[in-house]
């Protein structure tokens, strides 16, 4: 391959890499708006929790898998205890969607000074696992394995969550309540519950998008902030509720970014906000959305 | 309080001076009606009378702020309506609302209580079952929602409480914006329902429909219930016809 | 006749030699002497007492809270370092009497609005006799405003900006001990003609003003000194950007034998560790990526070859630099707690270097000036020359206010004196002051 081709086809994965890692954040963050009609600012901050559980599990035991497994989970039960305790209560007061941003906002502070007063002010870094370290070189091209696993792992996840929403019985109602909760409802299902579970696993993906990225960027207080307007981007142009929506922009946005980057430099910030309004100029909607908040 | 003559007949469901508001509009004021066990009971009006807001208070969709109601002896006031439903409740409702991203076959599996058929109840409604009585629906198995006609969606909602197996289904403007033979066919199932034992609570606009079917009708005015007797009590009543129906 | 001549001429050369003793202390400036320092050895940052009474009051204006607050940690150890040191000496003479240093908090929030609050609550409500600080240029030129506005002495310690001592902003008020990005940019390009090795940079920077002008002055400082030089390209990221991966592949591609970048932490630190995770092994030129926490995650693999250009280094063929370097690093391994155990308080080189002996020297410029006035402050200090604490010379300009200093440059080495867990610096190039003067400010024609 010749090294231009090299460089492109480079760009083509790192848009691949933080395509699938936007994805895993913003398939939570659809998935509640869409099925819950909750804004959750807090998600991103969800994302950042789990790098720094993934950051004291590695000082613990030394291990980044078991920080990969264990990190996440931990941020899916601080999601489970936040929709129980304190989301539900807020909707039953009848604010509407000010309440849930209030909230949600107010979360997202609360994490951001924990984090801050637990583990300071100062950046940590968690090392790639030595598994996971080095070059792989495919005709020609040099690429980094980890970067590669962020890719995988991505895939994994995506492969589990259609599975769940596509051919179970759990998928179905999850699917179903995006369009019309209050009727499943009906139905006899136990909506406060799914809603919880949901919003465990929302979280659960961001958790584990956490931990993936944190080898890859620094543990700091203002990690949450780097990711989370893309994930809104994500979500608003994808269609609320819409897995494969988040899927597609998400990997749309993650390319549009090395290329941009690659080609025109000066608007690669700006490509994603232009291409936002493009698309809700068209569809205001999103390209799959089904919601009609 | 009284019940209308019922001579013996049990008492399925009773609502007891029904308060709901939606925000500041009291929008049921002090609503009260039964429904006997295999009765089918019609519930009749101008439009924005408040007879929906009554459906969906008993199906726990609004939220009442007092009164009483009361299924098969016990209170379901208030309560969600996921715990409505597995009482023994369904809900067929106004725009029928079936779910537009699921097949038919998946719109009536998700109406399955606890996700299984319950074996042990000879009953119980089936896939098969469905399919006999609702023979349309058969033929578009694996269409999307969103794809059927009017009629076929109206059928589906219908179907899709039904596989809950509900003992009282609450059933909303269900001829609305349908052709005249989709009509007689909707009236059709809902009368061979209730001789399966499904006791039925109908909101109804088309005054033909709700007498041919109903045993007993409640005339709603503005937020409370202005005429109640037999259908043969409305007929030879046109005062009431006259101040509570379409002019 | 003859005897008169010779009592006169007699009487001349004694007011001469008297003179000399006069003007000489007064000409010959302050210098660092590390045998007058204290015993520093009861200094814990963490438990820093302020003395009280009629005390000598310095307002640092950093973050001290939000995510930035480490910056407002490292100042604090800085200044108390030295407020610790003179204290115990029986502090600066002030008005005929000697007063002790007090150490008092701005937070600036990193915000203008903050900024301009918490100075001016330093000057009207807590009454210090010098404002110290601060990171970010726009901030440091609201300071600058609340300085010249209620004629206080302003130590601008720590922003870069050319334009802060231009016509337009300068004040007789504030003093700029920090070098400037002009400086920067031909510190380095100064380096590299004489290394004689690189020739083809890319330039990598963070898109907002600082980023694009410390560019320009790389650029500028190429064409000045090294003209074979060439620029293969340049890009501007967004601050604490996701992912430099776009941006390292184009580098790479390129054919750069060095990436010069501006960066400060996060985006300096994940700069380079993501450079080494894709296998770009490019050295970066910079003048932030020198925090040891940072690097030490990356190895020493990893930061081998990265060139570090500051306006203060240890260096450890300096003797009284490292002298001063062991005493500090003795009270860290010995005494001091979080958030001052880890390696970034290690060794007083880089920015704690600067910081502690610049504030030094404003001390001792206060107290040859025996007063707060800030009219005599001025005199002392405009034109003052300082020997810092490796020895070397600063001089601060009377036109504008700004400091002429050699600057440095390393490159980083395993083993080096300094860390076992990263590579750091040995050898020290010096570009001579000449070569890297700031831009010629206010009245300076």
């Not at chain 1, 519950?193 to 956490?210: D, E, I, S, Y």
């Not at chain 3, 600063?394 to 080096?416: K, Q």
Request: charged residues 20%; neutral net charge.
């Amino acid at each position: 391959m010749s090294p231009v081709t090299a460089m492109y086809v480079a760009q083509a994965i790192h848009g691949l890499t933080y395509g699938m890692l936007l994805f895993l954040v913003a398939s939570g963050l659809t998935l509640i708006f869409g099925m819950m009609g909750i804004l959750n600012l807090a998600h991103a901050s969800f994302f950042m929790l789990s790098a720094y559980f993934c950051y004291q599990v590695v000082a613990w035991t030394d291990s980044f898998w078991i920080a990969l497994i264990l990190a996440p989970i931990g941020t899916g039960l601080v999601g489970i205890i936040v929709e129980r305790f304190l989301l539900r209560k807020v909707q039953k007061l009848g604010l509407g969607h000010i309440g849930d941003l209030l909230l949600t906002l107010g979360i997202a502070l609360v994490i951001s000074e924990a984090v801050k007063t637990i583990w300071g002010t100062e950046s940590h870094q968690v090392l790639i696992p030595p598994s996971l370290q080095g070059l792989v070189t495919v005709a020609g091209l040099e690429y980094p394995i980890y970067r590669l696993f962020i890719i995988g792992l991505s895939l994994v996840i995506l492969g589990a969550l259609a599975f769940i929403l596509f051919k179970t019985r759990l998928g179905m109602i999850i699917r179903a309540a995006v369009s019309d909760r209050d009727m499943v409802s009906a139905l006899g299902i136990n909506m406060p519950r799914v809603f919880m579970f949901v919003f465990g696993v929302g979280t659960l993906m961001a958790g584990v998008a956490g931990v993936a990225a944190a080898p890859m960027l620094t543990v700091f207080p203002g990690l949450a902030d780097q990711i989370g307007l893309d994930a809104f981007v994500v979500v608003v142009v994808g269609g609320f509720g819409s897995l494969l929506g988040a899927v597609v922009v998400s990997l749309f946005l993650g390319e549009l970014n090395s290329f941009g980057i690659q080609f025109i430099p000066r608007l690669a910030p700006v490509l994603v906000f232009l291409f936002m309004a493009l698309v809700l100029s068209f569809k205001p909607m999103g390209f799959f959305g089904e919601r009609d908040e | 309080m009284p019940t209308w003559g019922m001579g013996g007949c049990s008492v399925f469901l009773e609502i007891n001076d029904l308060n709901t508001y939606y925000g500041p509009s009291h929008v049921l004021q002090g609503i009260s009606l039964t429904v006997a066990k295999g009765e089918i009971v019609a519930l009749l009006g101008r439009n924005g009378m408040g007879k929906s807001t009554t459906l969906k208070t008993i199906m726990g969709l609004a939220k009442p702020k007092s009164g009483q109601v009361v299924f098969q002896g016990n209170s379901i006031f208030g309560n969600p309506p996921h715990k409505v439903s597995m009482a023994g409740i369904g809900y067929v409702p106004e725009e029928r609302r079936i779910f537009p991203n699921l097949s038919v076959e998946d719109n009536l599996l998700i109406g399955v209580k606890g996700g299984v058929i319950d074996q042990s109840n000879p009953d119980a409604w089936t896939l098969e079952k469905m399919y006999e009585v609702f023979p349309s629906l058969k033929k578009r198995r694996t269409n999307k929602g969103a794809n059927l006609s009017g009629g076929e969606q109206q059928m589906l909602a219908i179907g899709r409480a039904l596989m809950g197996n509900p003992s009282l289904l609450l059933v909303d403007e269900p001829t609305e914006g349908l052709a005249p033979i989709i009509v007689e066919a909707v009236r059709d199932i809902l009368a061979e329902i209730n001789k399966m034992g499904v006791s039925i609570l109908l909101v109804e606009h088309n005054l033909n429909v709700a007498m041919s079917l109903a045993h007993r009708v409640y005339l709603m005015g503005k937020a409370h219930i202005g005429f109640v007797g037999t259908v043969k009590e409305l007929d030879n009543n046109p005062d009431a016809r006259a101040q509570y129906l379409e002019v | 006749m003859r005897k008169v001549l010779k009592s006169v001429s007699f009487f001349i050369f004694l007011c001469l030699t008297a003179s000399l003793f006069l003007i000489g202390p007064a000409l010959a400036g302050g210098e660092f002497k590390l045998e007058d320092m204290s015993d520093m050895s009861d200094f814990d940052p963490n438990n820093f007492q302020n003395p009280t009474g009629d005390t000598f009051k310095i307002g640092v204006l950093q973050i001290f809270s939000g995510p930035g607050a480490g910056n407002g940690e490292l100042f604090w150890i800085t200044t108390c370092w030295v407020a610790h040191d003179i204290n115990k000496r029986g502090g600066i003479m002030i008005d005929g009497k000697k007063k002790l240093i007090e150490v008092i908090k701005g937070d600036t929030m990193g915000k203008p609005a903050t900024t301009k609050k918490a100075a001016e609550k330093l000057v009207l409500e807590d009454k210090v006799d010098v404002l110290w600080g601060t990171s970010g240029s726009h901030l440091a030129l609201v300071i600058q405003g609340v300085a010249d506005r209620y004629k206080k002495i302003f130590h601008q310690s720590l922003s870069m900006s050319d334009s802060l001592m231009d016509e337009k902003n300068f004040n007789k008020y504030t003093f700029q001990t920090m070098w400037s990005t002009n400086q920067v940019g031909e510190t380095t390009a100064y380096f590299y003609s004489q290394r004689k090795k690189e020739k083809k940079f890319y330039i990598i920077c963070q898109d907002y003003l600082f980023g694009h002008s410390l560019a320009e002055s790389f650029k500028k400082g190429l064409t000045k000194y090294y003209p074979e030089a060439e620029v293969v390209g340049e890009d501007y990221h967004p601050l604490f950007a996701k992912d430099f991966a776009p941006y390292l592949t184009k580098a790479k591609a390129s054919g750069a034998e060095v990436i010069f970048t501006g960066d400060w932490l996060p985006d300096g630190g994940n700069l380079v560790k993501q450079a080494r995770q894709l296998g770009v092994n490019v050295p970066f030129a910079n003048i932030f990526i020198d925090e040891p926490n940072a690097l030490s995650a990356i190895g020493p693999e990893g930061t081998k070859g990265l060139v570090n250009l500051n306006q203060y280094m240890g260096d450890a063929n300096n003797e009284k630099g490292m002298a001063f370097g062991n005493k500090w690093k003795e009270l860290w391994e010995t005494k001091w707690e979080a958030p001052y155990n880890t390696l970034l308080y290690k060794w007083p080189g880089g920015t704690i270097g600067y910081a502690v002996e610049t504030t030094y020297w404003m001390l001792d410029v206060f107290n040859r000036a025996g007063s707060s006035d800030p009219e005599k402050v001025i005199k002392v200090w405009e034109g003052d020359v300082y020997k810092g604490i490796g020895g070397n010379r600063l001089e601060m300009r009377a036109c504008d206010h700004v400091v002429i200093r050699d600057t440095y440059a390393t490159e980083y080495v395993y083993p080096n004196p300094w860390f076992t867990e990263l590579s750091s610096g040995t050898e020290v190039f010096t570009i001579p002051a000449e070569k890297s003067m700031p831009v010629d400010g206010a009245r300076c024609k």
